[in-house]
């Protein structure tokens, strides 16, 4: 059997000039921690650029600061991954 994936609500902070935002956004991934999101699930964080910021942001700062809400969704089909 695979790794479980899950489906969260997470409170994220973006930087915008020098300002922070807060705002609720959710997250599907196999990692459950947000600094594991963060470091190592690529994917979900490039589509939180996509979506929190504009094409033209010089920086793009985002923070997960907590998971809200979690629940299993499924599991990995690979079962050899660690």
Do not use: C, H
């Not at 921690?33 to 033209?56: C, H, Q, W, Y």
């Amino acid at each position: 059997m695979g790794r479980p994936i899950y489906s969260m609500t997470a409170k994220v902070t973006t930087i915008k000039n020098k300002r922070p935002q807060s705002r609720s956004v959710w997250i599907v991934s196999q990692y459950s921690e947000p600094v594991d999101i963060m470091k190592n699930d690529g994917k979900t964080m490039s589509r939180l650029e996509r979506e929190l910021f504009t094409a033209k942001a010089k920086n793009k700062t985002i923070v997960i600061d907590s998971i809200t809400s979690i629940k299993q969704v499924g599991t990995t089909s690979r079962p050899n991954e660690t």
